[in-house]
């Protein structure tokens, strides 16, 4: 009898163990769908939390993680995506989908060994897939083997491929070689086989503008927003266009359609004044910004952008004064009140009062002893009060807390420097690579500590990572032929001005770097005409200009440089600069009244300028009409205060004059 007893319960705990297990599963199930679906509606909130409990049951279950790396990656955390995606692969390395998005993680995050492993994984499993084959191309591209890349490209598109990414990718390989007819002729090819791409019209703009064919980059946005008309990113890549060549006027008018347009208007004016303020824009983010605030007055978040917009503006009285406001006011989240006051405190640091600017830091931990922007700002308060070892202890805290914090890393560096360890300075610098490899800061600023080192091989391999993070950042080539000429290597040092002219001719940096470059080398002619041809191709670069008329009078041909300067100013709509390098033309012509004649209208046309009452003045100390000098830098330090130079030149004319309390 009692084995009987004992069987019945063996079994039923058996039933109960087994009946559970199912349960398990099916529960897992029913997770797991429910987070797909609300994953398909964009849902990524419920998602989340649905797929979580999936892989709660389940610590195993390598699709969960899988599907929750996607969600993150639509979330925009790829942190929190890579982690979740490498669990996927090391549970199930056959998920090969999620070897692919591991893959492409790990290419924008510029480890392009390890993405090319990823795409080569998959390509073994899967020959000819077309992800995986794309995955490989970026790989190589990035690695610096542009042509194996574009032969993998080529390959997939002959086998019927029609992917938007092989096309801008070939298209992209293309114009970082200069080839931006090639780039545009790939584009097109993309574009009738998806003409529905708005990514390859975005690209398509971008290399329409680049060639400086305009109407056709703002026609392929235009096409981009018909599309998409809810996508507010294609009309402000519209705006930006504009804004980019100099129509800055038509960029405003489209922002405030988009403004009127919204449902969210608070939301859609702080959008607005970040692009503003990203391209130099702050009078006009300051001017959307206290618009909103005359229709919404109790907006925190309103007042809180303004307040940057101020800062960015250079009046940090101005952003102390709205932020203080905005503290006053009972709006606000907890988390953006600590924000405006860190922000007040970088205000009051800025106007030079650093113990009001230390309080507002020390009340802001007493209340979040982790806030990492306080951590930040206390850091450099220190430097400024030249305690570079304390100054560490916050940095190395705030590296810690928020690696993908650049300046983080940066000002650690900085604080190393500044207590003469340069080795540290390079340790930090180093890990800090590691951390953020597709960071263009960290080896810009890796790249300056070897060259102060003198160690030109490292400065060298730095810029060069640079240049792979991003080919199309023009500033690299400058820096590598600024390397090359200074270590005796002409032919490298030319052949990268050279290539930055071409990939980037209307930038003016290019061809005076050039032209520098052959002046010094001693073919002068060659580096007067590098400068003449740009500004032919580019008039009114009033870089260029001044370039060429230096040039020209090192050359003693100041009739050139004056009939330059006359050709330029005619054609000019504001023509002020020119005439003002006219002026300087003609007193080294010793054309006395021509020269006054050419300042006194630069002064008409801009009168807040303070160069032309500089140049007049030395015009007439020339001359020795002291008196008149006086009055004329008087003049400019009213038109700038912040001007230097006119207090400087008013000091030593009173002293000449012996007027020594003035």
Known sequence: MKRAVGKAMLWAALTVFLLGCGGAEERKMKFFER???HFDQQDYVNARLELRNAVQIDPKYAPGYFALGRVELKAGDYRKAYGYLNKAVELDPSLHDAQLELGRLLAGGRAPDKALEKAELVLAARPGDRGAGIL???????????????????ELLAAGATDPEAFMLLARAAAQEGGLDEARAILDRGLSANPQSTALLGMSAAVEARAGRHAAAEAAMERAMALEPDKTAHRYGLADLRWRTERREAAVRLIEEMIAGARDGEQARIEAARFYLARGGAEEAEKVLRDGLAALPDSFRLRLALGEACMRRHRPTEAAEVLRASLSMQAGAPAEKLQAKNLLAQAVMTQGDLSAAEALVEEILAESAGNVEARYLKGRLLMLRRKPGDAVAEFRTVASERPEFVEGHLRLAEAHLSREEPHLALETLRAAAKLLPGSKEVQRALARVYVAQKDTVNAESALQRLRAIDPEDTGVYASLGDLFAAGGQAEKAEAEYRRMCRLDPANPLGHLKLSHFYWDAGRRAEAVIVLEQALDARPGSMELLAGLVR???????????????????????????????????????????????????????????????????????????????????????????????????????????????Q
């Not at 490989?136 to 080529?154: H, I, P, T, Y």
């Not at 100013?569 to 054309?591: D, S």
């Open 136 to 154: 490989k191309a970026l790989a190589l591209m990035l690695q610096g083997r542009v042509e194996a890349g574009r032969a993998v490209l080529n």
């Open 35 to 37: 987070g797909m679906r």
């Open 551 to 661: 040039a020209y009078a090192a050359a003693q041909r100041l009739e050139e440089a004056a009939a330059r300067c006359r050709a330029e100013a005619a054609r000019m709509a504001a023509p002020a600069p020119a005439l003002n390098l006219l002026g300087v033309v003609y007193g080294l012509q010793k054309k006395h009244a021509e020269a006054e004649e050419a300042l006194n209208r630069t002064i008409a046309l801009q009168p807040e300028w303070a160069a032309p009452y500089q140049n007049l003045a030395r015009l007439y100390l020339s001359q020795g009409r002291t008196a008149q000098a006086v009055e004329r830098f008087q003049a400019a330090v009213r038109a700038d205060p912040r001007n230097p130079v006119g207090y400087l030149m008013l000091a030593s004319l009173h002293e000449q004059q012996q007027e020594f309390a």
